[in-house]
T-cell receptor, first 115, second 118 residues
Framework: AQSVTQPDIHITVSEGASLELRCNYSYGATPYLFWYVQSPGQGLQLLLKYFSGDTLVQGIKGFEAEFKRSQSSFNLRKPSVHWSDAAEYFCAVGYMDTGRRALTFGSGTRLQVQP | EAGVAQSPRYKIIEKRQSVAFWCNPISGHATLYWYQQILGQGPKLLIQFQNNGVVDDSQLPKDRFSAERLKGVDSTLKIQPAKLEDSAVYLC????????????????FGPGTRLTVT
């Protein structure tokens, strides 16, 4: 069965510091990969997506992510974090070769930003 | 274009009562999803519609949950009777659906309905 693991439940970084949020997925087929951000009381906003091609993808708000097939990973990065980046981040995966079309989400990583 | 609309935004009920949530997807989006997000977890699919037909309801607790999308546009999710463990945020999402040049995973989410069962 497909699954997504976000090993870090909670991360705290200082404003201006770099950020990396980890995401690993299981399943052998080629996945579609996503990162979403959720601010308190808000819905999910898509940060970036990977479908095929260049394994380094750029998203909104200065975020990027790199797909590494050999490591089954899709880690999210940002070179300099802003206080407004404090939120919950979800990695999600979808697979075209299954009958389902819904996304499978990780359990999320809560990001706190210290001034 | 307008985003996915959901109402109400918040609802508090007692256990064993019933509740209904409404979702209006982005205009023209054929596929609609309901997800349940329990506090501290990622969203989990409850049901997927393609137009007015159910594609996947394997994870819907059918003894108490029901959903419909009669005209293939807006949708209603109902819980009857509610249990304490149903406290969660219920998210609705939509996509343009399958077919050429359409990626069914590019989903757009509404703001959610936060349900508290006491």
């Amino acid at each position: 069965a497909q699954s997504v693991t976000q090993p870090d439940i909670h991360i705290t970084v200082s404003e201006g510091a770099s950020l990396e949020l980890r995401c690993n997925y299981s399943y052998g087929a080629t996945p579609y990969l996503f990162w979403y951000v959720q601010s308190p009381g808000q819905g999910l906003q898509l940060l970036l997506k990977y479908f095929s091609g260049d394994t380094l993808v750029q998203g909104i708000k200065g975020f990027e992510a790199e797909f590494k097939r050999s490591q089954s990973s899709f880690n999210l990065r940002k070179p300099s974090v802003h206080w407004s980046d404090a939120a919950e981040y979800f990695c999600a995966v979808g697979y075209m070769d299954t009958g389902r079309r819904a996304l499978t989400f990780g359990s999320g990583t809560r990001l706190q930003v210290q001034p | 274009e307008a985003g996915v609309a959901q109402s109400p935004r918040y609802k508090i009920i007692e256990k064993r009562q019933s509740v209904a949530f409404w979702c209006n997807p982005i205009s023209g989006h054929a596929t609609l999803y309901w997800y349940q997000q329990i506090l501290g977890q990622g969203p989990k699919l409850l049901i997927q519609f393609q137009n007015n037909g159910v594609v996947d309801d394997s994870q819907l607790p059918k003894d108490r949950f029901s959903a419909e999308r009669l005209k293939g546009v807006d949708s209603t999710l109902k819980i009857q009777p509610a249990k304490l463990e149903d406290s969660a945020v219920y998210l609705c999402a939509s996509t343009r659906g399958t077919g050429p040049n359409r990626n069914p995973y590019e989903q757009y989410f509404g703001p959610g309905t936060r349900l508290t069962v006491t």
